[in-house]
Structure formats: structure tokens, C-alpha cells
């Protein structure tokens, strides 16, 4: 098995951002960072932001933000065919746009974090919790006599438990 080889010192290397690190990096976008046009986004557009994303992430959906030309930030979530576009805009309402096999299937505008947190949940928190329980059925118990207390035995010392046999 060929395995790739990267060179964390290399010069020219760089770490892959995680979504968060990208968002909150939202902050140190110049005046005019999009072809001369473009203002970062706010303080509290950025919390907003990580606060949607913390949550999908969470629910264990696959993110992805991007900067928006008006200070907005878009944070795309997704599981499998199903897309969850969020643009939070500076004044703190969020549009969600619903997206099946890159189709628009819903959209909702104005909308508070608080909503957009609750949506969240309700779309894939189910999902998720549920493939979770599927995943631990065969390991977790199921009668209280699974649940008996055994005694622990006093460890074995070293002259039961030799590693080496003695020498001839």
C-alpha cells in the first residue's frame, strides 16, 4: 500500500483549516478583499456563524463556509444529496436555502440563530441520533442482568505472569 508523503516543514506547506478556523479568519479580510469590492464580516456575524456551524458539525454533517462581498457569511452543511445553505447577513438574520441533488427544494429568509439552531436539529438531529443507536445496539445493555457487578481479581505478580522463560 502506497501511502502519500507529506512534508510538514516544507516551506511552501500549509494545514488544512478546519471550518471553524476558516470563519473565524472571516475577521482579517481586507477593505475590498473581492476584486476591489468586499468588507469583512463582524464580530457578531462570525459568532453566529460558528455557533450554526458548531451545531451541524455536531450532528455530524460536513461544513464549509465562505465570505460574502457585504460582510454575510455562507455556512454550507451537508449529508449526503441533501444541502443546508446558511448566509447569516450582518444584521443578524440568516437565509436557508434547502438544496436535494443540487435542486432547490425550500427557502427561508429572516430567520434568528435560534430558529436556524432548532432547524437543524429537527432535519438531522433525528438521523443522526438514530444512526447512532444503530451503530451501539450490539454493545450496549439491553437486560439489568447485563448490568452484574463482577469482582475484580488480584492482579498476577510477576513470577505468574513471566514474560521470559529462565534460562537453562
Known amino acids: 500500500m502506497n501511502f502519500p508523503y507529506i512534508n510538514e516543514s516544507a516551506s511552501n506547506f500549509i494545514f488544512p ?6 470563519i473565524s479568519g472571516f475577521l482579517n479580510l481586507a477593505q475590498g478583499w473581492h476584486y476591489g469590492e468586499g468588507n469583512a464580516p463582524n464580530d457578531e456575524t462570525v459568532d453566529d456563524a460558528l455557533r450554526i456551524n458548531n451545531q451541524a458539525t455536531l450532528l ?11 460582510g454575510e457569511i ?18 443578524g438574520r440568516t437565509l436557508l436555502v434547502e438544496e436535494e441533488d443540487d435542486i432547490e ?3 427561508q429568509e429572516g ?34 442482568g447485563d448490568l452484574r457487578v463482577w469482582h475484580s481479581r488480584i492482579p498476577l505478580t ?3 505472569y513471566q514474560l521470559y522463560p529462565n534460562p537453562a
Open 60 to 70: 455530524g454533517l460536513r461544513t464549509e463556509a465562505f465570505p460574502g462581498i457585504n
Open 111 to 144: 430567520l434568528t440563530v435560534g430558529e436556524v439552531m432548532n432547524l437543524i436539529r429537527e432535519k438531522h438531529g433525528e438521523t443522526a441520533w438514530n444512526s447512532f443507536y444503530q451503530s451501539t445496539q450490539c454493545i450496549i445493555a439491553d437486560i439489568k
Open 105 to 107: 427544494t425550500s427557502s
Open 17 to 22: 483549516q478546519t471550518t471553524d478556523q476558516k
Open 74 to 91: 455562507q455556512v454550507s452543511c451537508y449529508s449526503g444529496a441533501k444541502t443546508l445553505e446558511f448566509t447569516i447577513e450582518s444584521t
Open 158 to 160: 510477576g513470577a505468574e
